[in-house]
């Protein structure tokens, strides 16, 4: 499985930034996005289910969207109202057959 993100960059607080996250195989498994900050554990931003359900970081909630395009094997974060805190390397994720699967990440700047 390859998982190539992209859309990161260098963003003001209060701005918003869309990844996207292609896949080399059928995106109907548990696709996720999560992020690592310097110094901390990588830790899950949004997830969708193989029938459409999501769930989000709690912090998170109301300013991130997770989605998908099946057809296209594409999956999105959007992220808004964006907050220096949010600064991280951003990874898309695929668990199937058990294992998870990652991508290379892409690095979000979030400048106050």
């Known amino acids: 499985v390859q998982l190539q993100a992209s859309g990161g960059g260098l963003v003001q607080a209060g701005g918003s930034l869309r990844l996207s996250c292609a896949a080399s195989?059928?995106?109907?498994?548990?696709m996720g996005w999560y992020r690592q900050a310097p110094g901390k554990q990588r830790e899950l931003v949004a997830r969708i289910y193989g029938g459409g359900s999501t769930d989000y970081a709690d912090s998170l909630k109301g300013r991130f969207t997770i989605s998908r395009d099946i057809a296209k094997r594409m999956v999105y974060l959007q992220m808004n109202s964006l907050k220096p805190e949010d600064t991280a390397v951003y990874y898309c994720?695929?668990?199937?057959?058990?294992?998870?699967?990652w991508g290379q990440g892409t690095q979000v700047t979030v400048s106050s």
């Open positions: 994720n695929m668990y199937w057959w058990g294992r998870d699967h």
């Open positions: 195989r059928s995106i109907s498994s548990i």
